[in-house]
């Protein structure tokens, strides 16, 4: 971070430096700073695509999905090659949290798009889950191992695992957080119960510490 600050200093418009900053600053969890840097890359070059798809991405990270929606939408517009743009908007479109924002419909398109223009097995991964959210499980499967077979990933093994069981990406990831949200749950309640345990004990001994003793 410093190295990129000293490069800002020295050359306050250089937008690689700001994009540069705001990506570590994102690996380190400086996620408001991270924001700040990449408004400032589009502020100095408004048709910046990258920044516009770096910002979408941190901005579905923090939960401002509208703002994400739209900019991916900006990036894609601005770079109609952007393939990396394409494979995130199509993820989002997919399995957005907020059901309102989903369209698979979209979601399926870009992810058709991006694979044309570059068969990553990450955009493969994208395009099979739009395919098992549709119900095209044979199709996704076959797309989830040719992306397994390049990666050896145990994610992607695990999602060829999920559609040859007829299941999808979204249904196990509500039902991981049902689990995450019974785990936590049964820690809490586990608290409690040794907050009042203790509670319990301190009374006890106030009550012992009160009681009169044989000879008073």
């Known amino acids: 971070i410093d190295d990129f600050s000293k490069v800002i200093q020295i050359s306050p418009k250089n937008t690689e430096a700001y994009l540069m900053r705001a990506q570590v600053r994102i690996r380190v969890n400086e ?66 949290e907020n059901e309102k924002l989903r369209d698979l419909k979209k979601g399926l398109e870009l992810a058709e798009k991006a694979v044309q223009m570059d068969r990553k097995p990450e955009y493969l991964d994208t395009l099979a889950c739009a395919y098992a959210e549709s119900g095209n499980f044979d199709l996704a499967e076959r797309l989830m191992r040719e992306a397994y077979l390049r990666t050896h990933s145990e994610t992607l093994k695990m999602r060829c695992e999920l559609f040859k069981n007829r299941k999808t990406y979204l249904q196990w990831y509500n039902e991981m957080k049902v689990s995450e949200y019974q785990q936590e749950l049964r820690k809490q309640m586990e608290k409690e119960k040794r907050e009042q345990l203790w509670q319990e004990i301190v009374s006890q001994n106030e009550a012992a510490r009160k009681k009169p003793q044989a000879g008073d």
Do not use: R
């Open 31 to 96: 996620l408001d700073k991270a924001l700040e840097d990449f408004d400032s890359v589009i502020h100095l070059s408004p048709e910046h695509a990258k920044a516009w798809a770096w910002k979408a991405k941190l901005e579905n990270q923090l939960g401002k999905l509208e703002e994400a929606l739209a900019d991916y939408q900006k990036s894609i517009t601005l770079d109609p090659m952007y393939s990396w743009a394409f494979n995130n908007l199509s993820w989002f479109y997919v399995t957005c």
